[in-house]
């Protein structure tokens, strides 16, 4: 599967944003997909996932992001979408979706086999 993260750009403080994470290939429904950001310099930084047949969601715990982020995902659409609410100056960074096929929704990295290309997003007041 191919993936796609499109969305990012130049956003203001207290905006929502919206992104999206479209695959391409046969069976999307099939793969769990998540969502990470990066800052220069970081590691990858897990964000929310979503099971192969879009259930319960998982998010990250870390209070930067807790509440303020939403994932859904429409597999008649080949998409995932992360919603990201009430934006923060340190909500700018490069946004990943990534996707692992028959997996659980997991939050490390290593457990993803495919991986988008980026969408960055700054915010600015």
């Known amino acids: 599967v191919q993936l796609q993260a499109s969305g990012g750009g130049l956003v203001q403080t207290e905006d929502s944003q919206r992104l999206s994470c479209t695959a391409s290939?046969?069976?999307?429904?099939?793969?769990?997909v998540a969502w990470f950001r990066q800052y220069p310099g970081k590691e990858r930084e897990f964000l929310a996932a979503?099971?192969?047949?879009?259930?319960?969601?998982?998010?990250s715990n870390s209070p930067s992001v807790k509440g303020r982020i939403t994932i859904s995902r429409d597999n008649t659409k080949n998409r995932v979408i992360l919603e990201i609410s009430r934006l923060r100056h340190e909500d700018t960074a490069v946004y990943y979706c990534?996707?692992?096929?028959?997996?659980?929704?997991?939050?490390?990295?290593?457990?993803?086999?495919?991986w988008g290309q980026g969408t960055e997003v700054t915010v600015s007041s």
């Open positions: 290939g046969h069976a999307f429904s099939a793969y769990a």
């Open positions: 990534a996707a692992m096929r028959d997996g659980p929704a997991t939050l490390s990295v290593n457990d993803y086999d495919y």
């Open positions: 979503i099971t192969l047949r879009g259930g319960s969601p998982y998010y």
